[in-house]
């Protein structure tokens, strides 16, 4: 009996000396990726043009076109269908946990979340979010290493979600160690199943920070389907409030 507990003593302590030491990695992930979010342009308000082309093999190109504005840290976000016509005025709008979706021909809003699809492509609505305050509150994080990612020597953070929010169970994200920037991300379902991987090729430096302007989203589930995602027309003027209301995408058409 006496070696039975003591074994368990063992284990018991064993599991508080790696609690420890995972605490120790979690906070340098995280510290990690933050600092990935600081070089990043986008703080405070900020608008830009998503153009998004979609191919999937046996079809042609697709290409569809948002309008985003986003409240960086206050979790607050309106996106707007341009492109195609047809679907011009579909929208979301984001209020604290709220995601609503907007069909502007039945004029309703339906409650929506962060894992939805923009229209066809491979691009999730939270996709489109830049808000540096969601790693810690969705996230605890798995895993921290080092690898070469082509020409760069890189930190791989592997994150697990812990609330509905993420689109993705798992996520993998390959940052730079030199300057800290995302090139690379991998999605995983709960079963471990490779789902998407995210190239982010080109990143161009503003007086802002740095703006990551073409994204390339491949869906591992069809060889051969990806989305891409090229910014423009990015502005940081200060952004009405009523910017992020209901009112607003009801007043578009």
Avoid at 90 to 107: H, K, M, Q, T, V
Avoid at 132 to 138: G, I, P
Avoid at 157 to 169: D, K
Avoid at 222 to 248: R, V
Wanted: net charge negative; aromatic share 12%; proline share 4%.
């Amino acid at each position: 009996m006496k070696k039975i507990l003591l074994i368990f003593a063992t284990l018991f302590l064993s599991t508080l000396s790696f609690a420890e030491a995972s605490k120790e990695i979690s906070e340098k992930a995280f510290k990690i990726i933050e600092d990935a979010d600081n070089q990043l342009a986008y703080k405070g308000d900020y608008s830009c043009t998503a153009s998004i082309i979609i191919e999937k093999p046996g079809k042609p190109k697709e290409n569809l076109q948002y309008k985003m504005f986003e409240r960086i840290g206050k979790d607050s976000f309106t996106i707007v269908q341009l492109f195609p016509e047809a679907d011009k005025g579909n929208g979301y709008l984001r209020e604290g946990d709220n995601i609503w979706a907007y069909d502007p021909i039945g004029r309703k809003f339906s409650h929506s979340s962060l894992k939805e699809a923009l229209g066809d492509s491979d691009l999730k609505v939270d996709d489109m979010s830049n808000d540096d305050q969601k790693w810690r509150k969705n996230y605890k994080v798995e895993d921290l290493r080092e690898e070469a990612l082509g020409k760069y020597e890189v930190y791989v953070i592997t994150l697990i979600a812990i609330t509905n929010g993420p689109a993705y169970e798992k996520s993998e994200y390959y940052i730079r160690k030199d300057i800290p920037l995302v090139l690379k991300r991998t999605d995983f379902s709960a079963s471990g199943r490779l789902m998407r991987t995210t190239l982010i090729p080109k990143y161009t430096k503003t007086d802002k920070g740095y703006i990551g302007y073409h994204t390339i989203v491949r869906d591992e589930l069809n060889p051969g389907e990806q989305t891409q995602q090229i910014i423009s027309d990015l502005t940081f003027d200060t952004l009405p409030d009523k910017i992020f209301t209901k009112a607003y995408l009801e007043g578009l058409n």
